[in-house]
């Protein structure tokens, strides 16, 4: 099993490193400001901010630009999944940097789905736009009146009537549709509900301008409503697209949905281990910055142990992740499911744990605004939720490993 990064893998961090010292980590506060300013000067949050929009040009003259499509014709960019990994950490380091190079979610997770089961008109007329960075998008999957962690679970109607599908239904925490940019949902819910279980649920293609959408609010996180992105609460009322919009016909939702959430649950841990990195740097740089009771905070016994127990759970997690994306690249992302689900469980779980130290070790300044951690902290805290809850990943493991001693 090798873990050597290609040159090319190489050169792209040595490029992307220099990008982020440039040009991000100097504008967090700037990016901050823009999305106040913007709620403050015109009373409107989710306006996209011009930082970003002035990056991105900067990012794809550099090549640092749809790195995580694999073997896809329209995006040539793109990087294995082992390649990608280091790259992806570097861009989690900040939260909202990875749109910069048009790596964010979900709109991967979805460029991939149109790429893998997407007709050639679907990719015409969506998939090539979100490589552009043109347009954004959103994926409705989970919903409120069900537990979503169950994906068989959720009621939201597709019905055929003639040429098109009718789409009933509610769903909430559609990250990425409170952005005015947002043209297109990919949405999961049920065309039959009679069949087998898991051949009851379709999924379909939505514009975002289709009468009947309703985004009823957006839902904040801690408090934090990550604007422009945001996460929302919609309402789908007799919304009618056409029937082929369906992706791979009726009854493959599930299917799709076991393809699209392998590459976007590693994808979630990489960033996860940047988010880790960052936060136990500047943990050690708080410490070495600080005296109580006479000496360097960095020199009291129980923070050299909670150093040191970071510096081991990143790097465990780091090489789970490795070798998660080795065998997706390897054997593919069915076969890697084991390796996928426990690095699910690892990493986001390990990133709470370095953020909870960085925060203690920076005092009441930790929980403030004036450092990164504190929102890191609330956007890591989701990741235990997204894309399947800690214990469901702990049932795939115990269930796979139980059937190897049947």
Excluded at 270 to 280: F, K, N, T, Y
Aim: glycine share 8%; hydrophobic share 40%; aromatic share 6%.
């Amino acid at each position: 099993m090798d873990f050597e990064y290609s040159d090319r893998c190489k050169n792209l961090q040595d490029k992307l490193l220099t990008f982020m010292n440039q040009h991000v980590y100097p504008n967090e506060k700037t990016f901050k400001q823009q999305v106040d300013s913007n709620g403050a000067d015109k009373g409107n949050r989710w306006i996209p901010t011009q930082l970003i929009e002035d990056l991105k040009p900067k990012a794809r003259e550099q090549g640092l630009w749809n790195l995580f499509l694999p073997k896809s014709v329209r995006a040539p960019e793109g990087l294995s999944n082992l390649d990608y990994a280091p790259l992806c950490e570097i861009m989690g380091r900040v939260i909202w940097a990875p749109e910069v190079f048009n790596c964010s979610a979900p709109d991967t997770g979805n460029m991939e789905t149109i790429e893998r089961y997407g007709s050639e008109e679907h990719k015409r007329q969506w998939l090539e736009p979100l490589l552009r960075g043109e347009i954004r998008s959103a994926f409705a999957m989970t919903e409120p009146a069900v537990a979503s962690s169950d994906a068989t679970n959720i009621e939201t109607r597709i019905e055929r009537d003639g040429e098109h599908y009718v789409i009933n239904g509610h769903k909430w925490w559609i990250s990425g549709a409170g952005d005015p940019r947002c043209q297109i949902f990919i949405l999961m819910g049920k065309t039959d509900p009679a069949a087998a279980r898991h051949q009851q649920q379709s999924m379909i293609l939505v514009p975002a301008d289709t009468p009947g959408i309703t985004i009823t609010r957006p839902l904040p996180v801690f408090g934090y409503d990550d604007a422009p992105h945001g996460h929302c609460e919609i309402r789908y009322e007799n919304v009618r697209v056409p029937a082929a919009n369906i992706l791979l016909g009726e009854g493959r939702g599930f299917e799709i949905a076991q393809g699209r959430l392998g590459p976007g649950r590693i994808h979630h841990c990489m960033r996860a281990i940047g988010v880790a990195e960052r936060a136990l740097e500047l943990m050690c740089q708080r410490l070495n910055q600080r005296v109580a009771f006479g000496k360097k905070i960095s020199e009291q016994g129980v923070w050299r142990e909670r150093i040191a127990e970071s510096r081991i759970q990143i790097d465990t997690a780091r090489l789970l992740t490795l070798k998660a994306a080795y065998m997706m690249d390897k054997v593919g992302n069915k076969h890697a499911q084991a390796e996928i689900a426990m690095i699910k469980v690892l990493a986001p779980n390990v990133a709470q744990q370095v953020l909870d130290w960085a925060i203690q070790a920076h005092g009441a300044g930790g929980v403030s605004d004036d450092f990164p951690l504190a929102a890191q902290w609330a956007g890591n805290r989701t990741l235990r939720l997204a894309d399947g809850p800690d214990e469901v990943h702990r049932n795939v493991i115990a269930k796979l490993e139980l059937a190897k001693h049947l």
